[in-house]
């Protein structure tokens, strides 16, 4: 099953090959539009081209019940100009990956435990929703607003493959109630009463 998963993440990157064998991120110098320039190479190890996942517990993950272990460039140097990236997510019991989309990045999700139901809407405002389980893979196309839930009893599991060695997340959640838009637009905007806006800056803490 990794094996298959590893070879789709593969197949996720043939269009954004290096021309190079490698080129190690300098995760020192600034990220420009086509990643991190290389490391010397006579100063490249082993390490840049492996991790161990470590769940990022953050303030927004404890809202939403889940934890997200990435293998992104920033943890694998190695990935950079490799065009794919991982990641192992956990949704614990009532646990939701709110509406977010990847601008630059397609997704593929391989279910190993658990149910999680996962969609996306198009473009042309198709909605697309399927329940998967252990062994299941669905992919969610680049730049289109998905989510994911899980729709089990118990805690559900899946590893992640990204088109990007870096990919980017906008959260509507966030991007509404954790920023300084004024409350006024955000009201004026969604249909969402003052109150409402009110409580949920109070929640993601942004300002306005």
Do not use: W
Request: aromatic share 12%.
């Amino acid at each position: 099953m990794f094996t298959i998963f590893f070879l789709f993440a593969l197949v996720f990157s043939g269009s954004h090959e290096a021309v190079q064998g490698y080129c190690v991120a300098d995760l020192g110098a600034a990220q420009t539009t086509t990643g991190y320039l290389c490391k010397p190479a006579k100063s490249v190890k082993i390490e840049d081209f492996s991790t161990t996942l470590q769940p990022q517990n953050t303030n927004f993950s404890k809202a939403f019940n889940i934890s997200i272990s990435p293998a992104f460039v920033g943890q694998i140097p190695g990935l950079n100009g490799l065009g794919f990236a991982a990641a192992k997510l956990d949704l614990f019991a009532g646990g939701i990956v709110p509406l977010h989309s990847h601008p630059d990045a397609s997704e593929m999700l391989l279910v190993t435990d658990g149910k999680i139901t996962a969609g996306f809407i198009s473009p042309d405002n198709t909605v697309f929703v399927k329940t998967i389980t252990k062994g299941d893979v669905m992919v969610l196309p680049q730049g289109l607003l998905h989510f994911q839930l899980n729709s089990g009893e118990g805690s559900a599991t899946a590893f992640l493959a990204f088109s990007s060695p870096n990919p980017s997340a906008q959260f509507v959640d966030v991007a509404l109630f954790a920023s300084a838009l004024d409350s006024a637009f955000v009201t004026k905007t969604t249909y969402i009463s003052p109150a409402e806006v009110k409580r949920l800056k109070g929640v993601f803490g942004g300002q306005g």
